[in-house]
């Protein structure tokens, strides 16, 4: 299995071009799975909603799915070898707050390291933006089961000391109806 070592990606290009990640070679008795790399900012809106419906999610529609893409800070795909085999978004505002939404790995490949490989290679990109003396939040909010995925990286579950609960809400649209009102 691969180290902590081996699963560093190289650092990330100053600004949000494509960059590919250190090879890394994870054997396994089912198949081994060579070559986790990192692109980033190349997912198209249809290959979104293929990766978000193989994990058993129920995408937005289309239209909506292109705006976040669009808006998103950067949007990483995660391949091994030439296949495209997961994904994870950043949301954030380059200074003092990051999200992490959108965190896939395919089935068939999940329980291989991917998903650790993409989240490191997701740190990193942020950490390499920043200097060195500034400390930012990177947040998300867990699928449940997952948790301990992310405590492996240091995410901690709220409420915490520190902090109360994360909280969230769905909201609906009104900007047809204020669009209608106009006319
Ligand atoms: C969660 C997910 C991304 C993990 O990806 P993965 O490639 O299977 O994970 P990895 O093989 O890289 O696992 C890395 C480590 O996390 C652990 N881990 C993986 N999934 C875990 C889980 N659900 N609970 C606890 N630990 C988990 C692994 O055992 C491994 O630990 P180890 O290094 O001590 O052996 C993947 O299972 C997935 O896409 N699930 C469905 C979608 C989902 O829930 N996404 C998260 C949305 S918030």
């Not at 290679?121 to 449940?144: C, F, N």
């Amino acid at each position: 299995m691969p180290t902590e070592q081996n699963l560093e990606t190289e650092k990330p290009m100053a600004d949000d071009s494509e960059y590919l990640s250190k090879p890394d070679v994870v054997k396994s008795e089912k198949k081994t799975v060579t070559n986790y790399s990192v692109k980033n900012n190349e997912l198209k809106t249809v290959d979104f909603i293929r990766l978000f419906e193989s994990v058993g999610w129920c995408p937005p529609g289309e239209a909506q799915v292109a705006s976040a893409l669009k808006n998103s800070l950067a949007v990483f795909s995660l391949y091994s070898d030439t296949t495209r085999i997961g994904m994870g978004r950043l949301l954030g505002d380059h200074a003092m707050s990051y999200y992490i939404k959108d965190f896939v790995v395919v089935p068939d490949f999940q329980k291989h390291n991917g998903g650790r490989f993409l989240l490191q290679a997701m740190l990193d990109y942020i950490a390499g933006q920043l200097p060195s003396d500034w400390k930012v939040s990177v947040e998300l909010i867990s699928a449940p089961g997952v948790e301990g995925f992310y405590r492996k990286f240091g995410f901690e579950d709220r409420p915490c000391v520190n902090d109360g609960a994360g909280m969230c809400r769905m909201l609906t649209g009104r900007a047809d109806a204020a669009n209608n009102d106009k006319s």
